[in-house]
């Protein structure tokens, strides 16, 4: 009966975090063994990444045929930067990050890490150059320890351990009774949406990738573990090209830059203060979630 159930529960697993929009898309391909929406040119070279400088070239996409969701976008991030991409629900934030993953490749213009157009190199070479920290990290039915050290099963237990400092879970990891050992995901310790997030730094600190991708969890934490792991991943980001998918405006307030998409395109990019200043849609969605946070302010103080 219970050869039944697995492929059933996997199937459940696959549903679920493909609702979950960015979702811990390595841990997906590897059990389906990737899907085709991409294939390689024959004989194609691997991505070779030297500085990390990422550009969106004319970039036009579509899931669907007749409705595009990128029109034509511009995008520079200079190799080592952070910028935060932010816009109204629906936007295509998720979807560039989706295509700097490779997940599909655009329908014209190009995608390129340091001058080499992803759509001509082995996909599986992106894949190693890029860590993404997914909203909601999916956990295996496993060890802490193997649910860290996923995607590298070379890693010894020192460096799992070095991973775990890195991400500030080790204290927890040590409180529990089994330590490393300690089953988790569904059917062992559940964990917390920002201990989650700690594996999945950590995952990404054990794979020291160039380049950084932070899809925000769309449901604030508390304020004080949010802090924290911001600045958890404000460290993890220094010296890697980082791309911050920000669903909400309050934890991006100090990118080095901000790029607001709207419309299928760039509408407008700068520091806050600068966004702010020019009075667009920027500034039109940061008022809208600063009142709607006085609303959850007035309502958590009532509790
Ligand atoms: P949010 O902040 O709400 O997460 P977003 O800006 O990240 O939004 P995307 O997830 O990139 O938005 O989606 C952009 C558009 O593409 C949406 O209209 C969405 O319905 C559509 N879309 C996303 N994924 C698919 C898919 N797999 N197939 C078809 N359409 C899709």
Avoid: C
């Amino acid at each position: 009966l219970m050869q039944l159930f697995r492929p059933l529960d996997m199937l459940g697993w696959v549903y679920r975090s493909i609702r979950q929009g960015l979702i811990d898309m390595e841990a997906m391909f590897e059990l389906l063994d990737t899907p085709a929406e991409v294939v390689d040119a024959e004989g194609a070279p691997p991505l070779v990444v030297s500085q990390g400088h990422i550009r969106f070239e004319g970039v036009h996409f579509g899931y669907e045929d007749g409705r595009e969701i990128l029109k034509g976008l511009d995008l520079d991030v200079p190799a080592g930067q952070t910028i935060a991409v932010v816009g109204p629900s629906g936007a295509g934030k998720s979807t560039l990050a989706r295509l700097l993953y490779r997940f599909y490749d655009p329908q014209a213009g190009r995608i390129t890490i340091d001058g080499q157009d992803l759509a001509q190199v082995q996909q599986k070479s992106v894949r190693a150059a890029i860590g993404i920290v997914p909203q909601d990290t999916v956990l295996f039915n496993d060890t802490i320890a193997y649910n860290i050290g996923y995607g590298r099963g070379d890693a010894g237990q020192d460096e799992v351990e070095a991973a775990a400092r890195g991400a500030s879970i080790d204290s927890f990891i040590a409180s529990l009774p089994n330590g490393y050992q300690s089953m988790v995901g569904e059917r062992g310790l559940k964990l917390s949406g920002g201990e989650k997030q700690r594996v999945a730094i950590a995952r990404t600190l054990l794979k020291n990738p160039p380049i950084l991708v932070l899809d925000e969890a769309t449901s604030a934490l508390d304020t004080r573990t949010e802090q924290a792991i911001q600045d958890t991943l404000d460290r993890v980001s220094q010296s890697r090209t980082t791309m911050v998918i920000a669903h909400r405006l309050s934890t991006i307030v100090d990118a080095n830059r901000i790029v607001v998409l709207d419309q299928g395109r760039v509408a407008e990019q700068g520091t806050h203060d600068e966004l702010l200043r020019r009075g667009g849609l920027y500034a039109e969605l940061w008022e809208r979630q600063a009142a709607e946070r006085v609303l959850e302010e007035t309502a958590q103080a009532a509790e």
